[in-house]
């Protein structure tokens, strides 16, 4: 009888060490990408997904720490994208180079790099402006001649 009662508490400890919580450390080499703001305030704190090459669902998530850093392990060798998000719109979606499991090549973004977009979208701005005025002066009454006089 001791035997069976021996036997079975063994056998409700079982599912208890399932949610022992265990851990390794290791050395390895890490990607770092350090994400920050033209003003170099670092992009803290902040949601982020990373994606393997060719992947569509995230291999990692999770937020930059208070440097702005994205640290990761490339398994493989490629383009792997990484999606950068703040809740209040500023973001990057951008490839990194990985060229062997856990090097990945050294990039720096150019300041120029961001502002087509920008000079884009002022250029739509100004140009939506002038055809409105245009619309707005036709309908006021068409064309003025200058110097107040009409022959």
Not at 61 to 77: C, E, I, M, N, S
Not at 103 to 122: D, K, M, S
């Amino acid at each position: 009888m001791r035997l069976i009662i021996l036997f079975s508490s063994l056998l409700w400890a079982a599912p208890l060490l399932a949610h022992d919580l265990q851990y390794s450390s290791d050395n390895a080499q890490a990607t770092v990408l350090t994400l920050f703001y033209t003003d170099q305030k670092a992009f803290s704190y902040e949601q982020y997904e990373l994606y393997r090459p060719g992947q569509n669902i995230p291999a990692q998530v999770g937020r930059t720490d208070d440097q702005g850093r994205l640290v990761f392990l490339p398994d493989q060798a490629g383009e792997w994208r990484v999606k950068v998000f703040s809740e209040d719109g500023h973001g990057l979606d951008t490839k990194i180079q990985v060229t062997a499991p856990g090097q990945a090549a050294p990039v720096t973004q150019p300041l120029f790099g961001r502002y087509p977009r920008l000079i884009v979208g002022i250029a739509l701005i100004f140009g939506l402006f002038g055809l409105v005025s245009l619309f707005v002066r036709k309908k006021s009454g068409g064309s003025h001649e200058l110097g107040g006089q009409g022959n």
